[in-house]
């Protein structure tokens, strides 16, 4: 027999056993590399180089506990091993550890501050953790020290676009493709980031040249079809689509369905529109990132806070002493697709106005209140005034990390409003800890504003992933506009609704009120806010690609076109179109 097929022969020698199981390791024969590590550990129990390896093998094998088990105890044995600490936060990332996984690489680096593996790792973990702005910082330090590694540029214009920082995107993407001109992913991602900067003509190069390295991607025929309908060509960008199919590539098949209802739409061909809708909705419940997302609960929660939410519950709070903390702060709220994104934009050309659109702002503060005593809303009865200004801390700390610092014209005096349409479902938890602040509710036909949410492919979370039917997506604003409803009967909030229809119709009138409500005057940059929305990259919602247009009346209405299919939600959603005073 070889020495192969005798491994044991070799542990008198550990360093030419740990060679052969390195040869085993590095051509994949894992079993055989297994064995011998497993008996230089016979022969010698703490030899990290073993068990660091045999760790490195049970993360290869989905074994993430045992590797972190061994790895860790090479690690006590030889605690500056950096390519040891590199690979522990690899397994502990993989079970979902994802702090200590930080803490691993970072370890690695301050052992060896130009390991490569880990600099890319640390950054990949960050943006798991949505740390975008450090995992940007491990990604520029990887191609400080080698500037043609195209998975980190690529990486590091994911992490861009995460933080909406389109335009550098577009640069790293471009890197990217200069070093691999064929990958589809980065063509694809960079027709993205160019079509929601409104880039047209770059856009059209860009799909040119993806069709040149990669002529038989079907995800281009979207991208194509994308083109065609900003041309207003809408026939020939329906032909696209329908002429390519993908069925190994999920997100390719949602995006395509929902494409070809709106195209559909603008056809008004509303049969074909509505089936090419449901199909769409119906692909994405089916999908892995739908099935881990509880939208039950966020239902749940809704009728939590309104069964607690009651006179004689905010008649007993705790008083506490507001000071003027909040004074200042306004939230733009209202049901996904009645027209905030269009407001948020309008709102946001006045020069004495910054917006903050779409951030975690509330959620770190019901992260904060989680650490009280009790639980939400419960504890909303009975704060001392240590924890209402530790809650306050958190919330303004969030707000002041999406504040644009470059913007020169911001000062003390600049009126920061928090867009969020949902946040309208925690107006108790903010009116409780700001008592003060204002709320600008944005309003849209209930059969409208249902049927868009049902036509729009949004990215999943709790409270979108009840949209993706018509009757969930209407039981939702049933609910929703109920506690809304009773918010407003049992709390002072200041609220001024602004109705989509009537900024459509008469913008200024409609605006003028706004403003004084907001404590600013009038200023004509409001009337430039498409031109105003060409310069900013960073609106985070489905309809960045309408608000760089001039006001339309397209969708007013549209839901009698689709009346016999909205037929088994109108008994829910007729009652708020008469609350709201719509007609039917």
Same mark, same amino acid.
């Given at each position: ?15 030419? +056993? ?18 011998? @590590?497993r008996q230089i550990l016979q022969s010698d ?23 972190? #088990? ?9 605690? #500056? ?19 200590? /996984? ?13 390991? %490569? ?17 450090? /995992? ?20 590091? +214009? ?47 190069? /860009? ?31 329906? +032909? ?35 089936? @090419?809708?449901?199909?769409? =909705? ?14 039950? /609960? ?8 309104? =069964? ?67 639980? @939400? ?12 200004? &530790?809650?306050?801390?958190a919330y303004f700390a969030e707000l002041d ?9 911001? &000062?003390?005096?600049?009126?920061? %409003?928090?867009?969020?349409?949902? =946040? ?5 938890? %903010? ?33 979108? +992933? ?49 403003? #004084? ?26 309809? @960045? ?21 909205m037929q088994p939600v109108l008994p829910v ?12």
């Open positions: 027999m070889s020495k192969e097929e005798k491994p044991s022969q070799l542990i008198s020698d550990v360093g030419q +056993a740990m060679n052969l199981a390195l040869q085993h390791h590095s051509a994949g024969r894992l079993p055989q590399a297994d064995a011998i @590590y129990p703490n030899q990290p180089d073993a068990l660091h390896l045999l760790g490195v093998l049970a993360h290869q094998v989905g074994e993430n506990a045992s590797a972190v #088990d061994l790895i860790a105890k090479a690690l006590s044995i030889k605690p #500056d091993f950096a390519e040891a600490h590199n690979n522990l936060g690899n397994a502990l990332k993989k079970l979902g550890r994802l702090d200590e /996984a930080v803490a691993c690489f970072q370890r690695a680096l301050s052992l060896k501050p130009e390991y %490569i593996d880990a600099h890319n790792n640390l950054g990949n973990t960050l943006r798991e953790l949505d740390r975008l702005d450090e /995992a940007i910082v491990s990604y520029n330090s990887v191609l400080a020290i080698n500037p043609e590694k195209f998975e980190t540029h690529y990486n590091l +214009a994911g992490a861009l676009i995460g933080l909406e920082r389109l335009e550098e995107a577009v640069v790293s993407y471009n890197k990217a493709l200069a070093i691999k001109p064929d990958h589809v992913g980065a063509h694809d991602n960079l027709c993205e980031a160019l079509e929601r900067t409104n880039r047209t003509e770059d856009l059209r190069e /860009a799909v040119s040249v993806a069709r040149r390295h990669c002529s038989e991607a079907p995800r281009l025929a979207l991208r194509e079809a994308q083109l065609l309908k900003r041309d207003g060509d809408y026939v020939a960008a329906r +032909a696209v689509l329908q002429a390519v199919e993908d069925p190994v590539d999920v997100d390719f098949t949602v995006t395509r369905a929902f494409q070809l209802g709106d195209l559909s739409d603008r056809l008004e061909d509303t049969r074909t529109a509505f089936d @090419y809708f449901s199909e769409g =909705n119906r692909l994405c419940s089916k999908t892995a990132e739908a099935k881990r997302i509880d939208a039950a /609960a966020y239902m749940n929660r809704i009728e939590v806070l309104a =069964n607690r939410f009651t006179p004689d519950w905010v008649a007993n709070w705790q008083d506490l002493d507001s000071g003027d903390d909040g004074a200042g702060l306004v939230f733009l709220v209202g049901f996904p697709r009645s027209g905030t994104t269009l407001l948020n934009t309008i709102l946001r050309s006045h020069p004495d106005i910054s917006v903050v659109e779409e951030r975690p702002t509330v959620e770190k503060l019901l992260y904060t209140l989680d650490q009280l005593p009790g639980s @939400y809303p419960d504890n909303l009865s009975d704060f001392d005034p240590a924890q209402l200004a &530790d809650l306050r801390q990390k999406y504040l644009d610092p470059t913007n020169q014209s911001m &000062d003390q005096s600049t009126l920061v %409003i928090d867009k969020n349409p949902l =946040n309208f479902i925690d107006a108790g938890l %903010i009116h409780r800890i700001f008592p003060a602040a204002r709320f600008v509710f944005s309003q849209r036909h209930p059969c409208d504003c249902v049927l868009s949410c049902f036509m729009q492919n949004f990215k999943l979370s709790p409270s979108l +992933a009840n949209l993706l039917t018509l009757e969930d997506a209407a039981g939702l604003y049933d609910n929703a506009m109920t506690l809304w409803r009773q918010y407003r009967a049992v709390l002072p909030l200041a609220v001024h609704t602004v109705r989509y229809e009537n900024l459509i119709d008469a913008f200024e009138e409609t605006l003028t009120p706004v403003f #004084d409500f907001l404590g600013l005057k009038w200023h004509e940059n409001v009337r430039n806010y498409a031109e105003s929305a060409m310069h900013h990259s960073d609106v985070r919602t489905p309809s @960045y690609n309408q608000v760089t247009q001039s006001l339309y009346t397209q969708s007013r209405d549209r839901w009698k076109r689709y009346q016999d299919h959603l007729l009652p708020w179109v008469r609350h709201f005073d719509y007609a039917e």
